[in-house]
T-cell receptor, first 114, second 113 residues
Framework: DQQVKQNSPSLSVQEGRISILNCDYT??????FLWYKKYPAEGPTFLIS?????DKNEDGRFTVFLNKSAKHLSLHIVPSQPGDSAVYFC???FGQGGSEKLVFGKGTKLTVNP | EAGVVQSPRYKIIEKKQPVAFWCNPI?????LYWYLQNLGQGPELLIR????????DSQLPKDRFSAERLKGVDSTLKIQPAELGDSAVYLC???????????FGPGTRLTVL
């Protein structure tokens, strides 16, 4: 029973356009959500996070939106760059902050074409 | 500042053999995690340490897996005996335990033949 779902295994966009990665969750007790980025042969790298008390968090080209009623969050990358090509994992935790146990989705492979 | 260090990076063993993985977290990070990542899946928590205490090992298959963090710094994860299904990437992560995000090491890719 997957509590965090990333239903799109892959996404391909053109350089300069917007990338939108989606994530759904089933457990309404999740309090904190994170996005990690992973390059081949490397560990996941933290990208951006959002608390359940917010609906938007922005950091440079990256924005995460949270819709609690729909149990849905999305990561927007604008503009997309070839270096953004990686696997993106959505993760959720029951506590406030990233120190708690993380439940990860399966990941979405983003390819940004020059 | 050095990141999370893991060794070895790759390991190939025959089934039924033992194997051990080592992790050195970021200096000052009290909380350490071991995750298992199967192909095409996200990481799954195996065990979480606060200093030298295992505070969550509910997902660790204790019949064959063991872990230790004796001095509250580096940690070892062991599998004995290894099975074919243990082939995966084993990730170590650490955090300062103050709500900040987890920092991951590069992982150890285990292949069991």
């Amino acid at each position: 029973d997957q509590q965090v779902k990333q239903n799109s295994p892959s996404l391909s966009v053109q350089e300069g356009r917007i990338s939108i990665l989606n994530c759904d969750y089933t457990n309404s007790m999740f309090d904190y959500f994170l996005w990690y980025k992973k390059y081949p042969a490397e560990g996941p790298t933290f990208l951006i996070s959002i608390s359940s008390i917010k609906d938007k968090n922005e950091d440079g080209r990256f924005t995460v939106f949270l819709n609690k009623s729909a149990k849905h969050l999305s990561l927007h990358i604008v503009p997309s760059q070839p270096g953004d090509s990686a696997v993106y994992f959505c993760a959720a935790s029951f506590g406030q902050g990233g120190s708690e146990k993380l439940v990860f989705g399966k990941g979405t492979k983003l390819t940004v074409n020059p | 500042e050095a990141g999370v260090v893991q060794s070895p990076r790759y390991k190939i063993i025959e089934k039924k053999q033992p194997v051990a993985f080592w992790c050195n977290p970021i200096s000052g990070h009290n909380t350490l995690y071991w995750y298992l990542q199967n192909l095409g899946q996200g990481p799954e928590l195996l065990i979480r340490y606060e200093n030298e205490e295992a505070v969550d090992d509910s997902q660790l298959p204790k019949d064959r897996f063991s872990a230790e963090r004796l001095k509250g710094v580096d940690s070892t994860l062991k599998i004995q005996p290894a099975e074919l299904g243990d082939s995966a990437v084993y990730l170590c992560a650490s955090t300062n335990g103050q709500g900040d995000e987890q920092f991951f090491g590069p992982g150890t890719r285990l292949t069991v033949l």
